[in-house]
């Protein structure tokens, strides 16, 4: 729902590492505007927006940006302006752009299915798992075998199958068709076709939190206090107000920690999101569930510091580029077991000395 494109160097160095120009940024920064209708604050900046009305996933500015003026002007303090953030990405404070429409979630269903249902050349099969591509002799996609009401049915495919399952979903199918590391397709009893290092370089941004910041003034979400019939008439009819906001982010920022202020590049490693979010009576029961963080904890916690109630904020901080990476395994040949999932977080110790530089600051 926060609409965060990436820096133009993240692009570049997916071109070196796969030896596929097409990744530039400058290649991609074409589909970024196809995909947009956008309505946001940028539109000026033809080169990364283009004509609004263009695409069709609506991006707009938020209407309700509850402490936004007092980040960006923290962010001044520390020398840095108040920039948009997507075009391109770089170093700055700013406002959040979001992929809502009207103040609503306009995911990939909404922007880019619900409309062209009736079309001849699109066939939505609900209910189903893929569960492996078929290779042919050459090793060439030729359909997707999925598991349907229990039944085993083959998709053909007369040019190209195009794998999005997701960051875990893709390396799991590619494992089950056969596409991974030898041994250890072995050792789950399949066939390998294609030995690659499928789910070898598992990569999460690991983010960490910093509450509560207790603030004097009525501008964060507690709902107890703010959800009234106001608020849900702002949002019903007119995409406004604290109901638009996720999990009350309404700004973030992009910095660099000293590692790369030393290469005198500007490809920021830190992100931080504001959370306009008050200290209201179940915060520790949600936080909990989040973070496995003990409830009884961060009751005790925020009890001592006379927060419950309290308006306030919460900083997230975000690794942006992180150096550890985990690896997704089989745990069975069954495509219907989740796979074994080991993040690594934290084992490049790198990491743990930049997130604590984005907590410093
Ligand atoms: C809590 C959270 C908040 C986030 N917030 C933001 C945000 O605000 N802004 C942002 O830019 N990004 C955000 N992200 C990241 C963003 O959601 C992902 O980058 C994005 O969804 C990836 O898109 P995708 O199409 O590759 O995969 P997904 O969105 O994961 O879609 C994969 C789909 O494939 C389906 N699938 C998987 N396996 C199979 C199978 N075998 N057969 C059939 N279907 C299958 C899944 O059910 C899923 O519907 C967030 C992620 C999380 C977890």
């Given at each position: 729902m926060l609409y965060v494109r990436g820096h133009p160097l993240d692009y570049d160095l997916w071109a070196n590492i796969t030896g596929d120009?097409?990744?530039?940024y400058e290649n991609v920064l074409p589909y970024f505007k196809k995909s947009l209708d956008y309505h946001g604050?940028?539109?000026?900046?033809e080169k990364h927006y283009?004509?609004?009305?263009?695409?069709y996933l609506n991006v707009e500015k938020r209407t309700y940006k509850p402490l936004h003026k007092y980040f960006v002007n923290g962010g001044k303090e520390l020398g840095y302006s108040e920039i948009?953030?997507?075009?391109?990405?770089?170093?700055g404070f700013g406002p959040l752009e979001v992929t809502q429409r009207r103040g609503e979630r306009h995911g990939t269903f909404a922007a880019f299915l619900k409309n062209f249902m009736?079309?001849?050349?699109l066939r939505v099969i609900k209910y189903a798992q893929a569960v492996k591509i078929k290779l042919d002799?050459?090793?060439?996609?030729?359909g997707v075998w999925y598991i349907q009401h229990g039944k085993k049915l083959l998709a053909k495919v007369s040019k190209e199958v195009i794998l999005s399952s997701g960051s875990v979903g893709s390396p799991q199918l590619l494992l089950l068709s056969g596409i991974g590391p030898k041994e250890h397709l072995k050792s789950v009893g399949i066939k390998p076709r294609v030995d690659l290092p499928v789910g070898k370089n598992m990569k999460d941004h690991l983010a960490t939190m910093i509450f509560p910041?207790?603030?004097?003034?009525?501008?964060?979400?507690i709902p107890e206090r703010d959800f009234g019939l106001k608020t849900f008439t702002d949002y019903f009819f007119?995409?406004?107000?604290?109901?638009?906001l996720p999990t009350g982010t309404s700004s973030h920022a992009f910095f660099s920690s000293s590692f790369v202020k030393k290469t005198g590049i500007?490809?920021?490693?830190l992100q931080l999101y504001l959370m306009a979010v008050?200290?209201?009576?179940?915060f520790s029961e949600d936080i909990s569930s989040l973070t496995k963080v003990r409830k009884e904890l961060l009751d005790k916690y925020l009890e001592s510091a006379s927060a419950i109630g309290k308006d306030a904020f919460v900083l997230m901080i975000n690794?942006?580029?992180?150096k550890s990476f985990g690896e997704l395994k089989l745990a069975?040949?069954?495509?219907?077991k989740h796979p074994i999932i080991d993040?690594?977080?934290?084992?490049?110790?790198h990491d743990l000395k930049v997130i604590l530089e984005g907590k410093e600051a």
């Open positions: 120009p097409g990744w530039k604050a940028y539109a000026d900046n283009g004509q609004a009305g263009y695409g948009d953030l997507n075009g391109p990405q770089k170093s009736g079309r001849e050349n002799k050459n090793q060439r996609a030729v910041f207790i603030i004097n003034v009525t501008q964060s979400m007119q995409g406004h107000g604290p109901l638009t500007d490809w920021p490693d008050g200290m209201y009576g179940s690794l942006a580029r992180v069975s040949k069954d495509p219907l993040p690594r977080y934290l084992s490049d110790p």
